[in-house]
């Protein structure tokens, strides 16, 4: 399987630090929102309005005990099936 293969429900992994743009509410620019080797769920697949050919994989990554966070947006680079 390939990352343009995602569907709903399939599990990844952070590729590396996913980092706040500053885009995140509640958060500031620079927080981590998932580690490197986190792992998570598709929860929904896009693109933005900006460029439409790029894929936003909507991903809820697990923190340290184990729950799912809320959704971040990840590109393709962000993200890995297999863990590293």
């Known amino acids: 399987m390939k990352i343009e293969d995602l569907n709903m429900g399939d599990v990844v992994y952070a ?32 693109h933005t309005e900006e460029v439409p050919k790029q894929d936003i994989y909507l991903i809820r990554f697990e923190d340290e005990n184990l729950d799912l966070g809320r959704p971040i947006g990840c590109l393709a680079e962000d993200l890995v099936l297999e863990q590293e």
Do not use: Q, T
């Not at 500053?22 to 598709?42: E, H, Q, T």
């Open 15 to 46: 590729a590396h630090d996913i980092i706040d743009d500053g885009s995140m509410p509640d958060n500031k620019a620079g927080d981590i929102l998932a580690k490197a080797g986190a792992r998570g769920a598709v929860v929904m697949l896009g």
